[in-house]
Every structure is written in structure tokens, then in C-alpha cells.
T-cell receptor, first 114, second 111 residues
Framework: AQSVAQPEDQVNVAEGNPLTVKCTYSVSGNPYLFWYVQYPNRGLQFLLKYITGDNLVKGSYGFEAEFNKSQTSFHLKKPSALVSDSALYFCAVRDQTGANNLFFGTGTRLTVIP | SQTIHQWPATLVQPVGSPLSLECTVEGTSNPNLYWYRQAAGRGLQLLFYSIGIDQISSEVPQNLSASRPQDRQFILSSKKLLLSDSGFYLC??????????FGAGTRLSVL
């Protein structure tokens, strides 16, 4: 069975500093990995995905994620955090049995402090 | 471009009343469709998914049902709401590109 884990419920970072939101995964075979962001009382917005290819994936709003097969990780990063980046972030892995179902992590709340 | 519409945005219903939440997708055909529930602003629980008209799969036993009467319409229903049905309900669609796109959500409060 596939799953993702987000070990941090909350991440605080000062504005302008780099940020990292952690995600580890467990799958058999090659993973399809995703990051989504959710602002208060809104639906999830797609940020980026890893299917194959370069381990560093670039996405929306200046975010990027690094796929590390040996560590089974897919951490979300941004070089310089903005206050507007404050939101709830979800990592997800695709169900390999079909229907494009996604298994989501429990989410990490990012707060960027001015 | 594709868009997904979900309504209502907010709903307050008494215990025992029926429920109908609607989701429609525009700009694509034969999408996979999904209903999720999110409790307390945290993790998402997949409730139903559909790969075609009248093809619905339920992920967890519950007081809810789903229907897909048209290719781009997905409806979440209940005959009698329970207090535990309160939450934030999200509809999503996906194509062969694997990415799921979400609606704005419906916040349901059962009182």
C-alpha cells in the first residue's frame, strides 16, 4: 500500500528565509508525487508533481521540490518565504491501482512571520 | 480551460435532514471525479470516486452516497444527516495527466 507522511504539523519561518516542508513516501514501484496548497476555507491548489525525470521539480509561486529516492523523500522548498505563503500544505502520492486516486498526508501548516 | 464548480459554499442543516451537494466540471470530457471530506482543516478522506457515468466506488462505509447522472456532474447525498457528517467537503476532477483539480469546497454544519 502507498502512503505519505508529513512529520511536522507546523512550520514557522521568518519572511525572506528559505523554507522546507517535509514529506516522506512509501510505495512499491515508481512513485507519482504531488504537492498541494490550501488557503483558509478554500479548495486545494496544485503546486507541482514528480512523475519521472529530474529530481528537482519546479512549480507554481516559486516553489520547488526535491525527489530523493534513497531517502524516500519529496520535500517542498522555497528560497525566500513570503507572508502570503502562509497556508496548509499537503503532500500526496498516487494510488498505483488505478483511477488516479491520491493518498494525502495529514498536512503541514506553514506560518511565515513578518 | 477547465473549471470546476461546487455549491453551495456553506450549508447549515438540522440532524435528520437530507443533503445534496453538487459538483460540475466544464471544459473536459470523461473526467475522473472525487468527493473528499476534510475534518478540522487537516487531512483529506476520500469518500467516493467515479471513472464514468453511474460508475461509483465508495472508499469508506458511511451515511453518504454519491451519484453521477451526467459525465461532468457528481452529486453527494444523504437521506438523514448525522452530527458526525459536519465537515468541509471537496469535489475534485482529474484527467490522464494525474493531477487532481479541486473545487472551492462546501462547509457543512449539522446542528
Amino acid at each position: 500500500a502507498q502512503s505519505v507522511a508529513q512529520p511536522e504539523d507546523q512550520v514557522n519561518v521568518a519572511e525572506g528565509n528559505p523554507l522546507t516542508v517535509k514529506c516522506t513516501y512509501s510505495v512499491s514501484g515508481n512513485p507519482y508525487l504531488f504537492w498541494y496548497v490550501q488557503y483558509p476555507n478554500r479548495g486545494l491548489q496544485f503546486l507541482l508533481k514528480y512523475i519521472t525525470g529530474d529530481n528537482l521539480v519546479k512549480g507554481s509561486y516559486g516553489f520547488e521540490a526535491e525527489f530523493n529516492k534513497s531517502q524516500t523523500s519529496f520535500h517542498l522548498k522555497k528560497p525566500s518565504a513570503l507572508v502570503s505563503d502562509s497556508a496548509l500544505y499537503f503532500c500526496a502520492v498516487r494510488d498505483q491501482t488505478g483511477a488516479n486516486n491520491l493518498f494525502f498526508g495529514t498536512g503541514t501548516r506553514l506560518t511565515v512571520i513578518p | 480551460s477547465q473549471t470546476i464548480h461546487q455549491w453551495p459554499a456553506t450549508l447549515v442543516q438540522p440532524v435528520g435532514s437530507p443533503l445534496s451537494l453538487e459538483c460540475t466540471v466544464e471544459g473536459t470530457s470523461n473526467p475522473n471525479l472525487y468527493w473528499y471530506r476534510q475534518a478540522a482543516g487537516r487531512g483529506l478522506q476520500l469518500l467516493f470516486y467515479s471513472i464514468g457515468i453511474d460508475q461509483i466506488s465508495s472508499e469508506v462505509p458511511q451515511n453518504l452516497s454519491a451519484s453521477r447522472p451526467q459525465d461532468r456532474q457528481f452529486i453527494l447525498s444523504s437521506k438523514k444527516l448525522l452530527l458526525s457528517d459536519s465537515g468541509f467537503y471537496l469535489c475534485a476532477w482529474s484527467s490522464a495527466k494525474n493531477i487532481q483539480y479541486f473545487g472551492a469546497g462546501t462547509r457543512l454544519s449539522v446542528l
